[in-house]
Antibody, heavy 118, light 107 residues
């Protein structure tokens, strides 16, 4: 059974860089033809797709965040990461990592709350 | 970006009722439309893929229909465990986008 788990700091100050890692258990990121996604949800709000990466390393980002976002594969075959620079209070959200097949998101992590506050 | 509009934004229904949620896209998606259920404090869960495909393990009371720009999610025989927020999501093109959500409450 494949599972995803986000990890990283839960509290940041404005202007810092958000760094999160998603650990995939039960399978390898390179074993199938999936995209590995980051999605966020502002408190009490809807869902916003941040971007995804393929096992080849090719990545695609939401244009609304593209200038600040980097998604990369981890050093192991079971991790991928999100970096978001120059955070503000508007970046406070629950961040989810997720797996998709042909852009259909079929598996989600439990999510991790990141708060940006001075 | 493709804009996704859901209606209603919330509804209240009784156990056993049939519930229908609509999702409209700003351009044709063909059938590249998925539905998710999010229960309070949990991650979203895929219910319907490609407009009408029932995800494995999802009860058959959930069904999806539509194509192009208009889609519906139906729950036939609402159950107490169906409370939560339902989102549509287009998988036609990036950036992937979601509807604003429909919150389902049980009367």
């Amino acid at each position: 059974q494949v599972q995803l788990q986000e990890s990283g700091p839960g509290l940041l100050k404005p202007s810092q860089t958000l760094s999160l890692t998603c650990t995939v258990s039960g399978d390898s990121i390179i074993s199938g033809d999936f995209s590995w996604n980051w999605i966020r949800q502002h408190p009490g709000k809807g869902l916003e797709w941040i971007g995804y990466i393929f096992k080849s390393g090719g990545a695609y980002y939401n244009p609304s965040l593209k200038s600040r976002v980097t998604i990369s594969l981890g050093t192991s075959q079971n991790q991928f990461s999100l970096k978001l620079t120059s955070v503000t209070a508007a970046d406070t959200a629950v961040y989810y990592c997720a797996r998709a097949e042909k852009d259909t998101i079929d598996l989600w992590g439990q999510g991790t709350l990141v708060t940006v506050s001075s | 970006d493709i804009q996704m509009t859901q209606s209603p934004s919330s509804l209240s229904a009784s156990v056993g009722d049939r519930v229908t949620i609509t999702c409209r896209a700003s351009q044709s998606l063909y059938n590249y439309l998925n539905w998710f259920q999010q229960k309070p404090g949990q991650a979203p869960k895929l219910l319907i893929y490609s407009a009408s495909g029932l995800q494995s393990g999802v009860p058959s009371r959930f069904s999806g229909s539509g194509s192009g720009t208009e889609f519906t999610l139906s729950i036939s025989g609402l159950q107490p465990e169906d409370l939560g927020t339902y989102y549509c999501q287009q998988s036609y093109t990036t950036p992937l986008t979601f509807g604003g959500g429909t919150t389902v409450e049980i009367k």
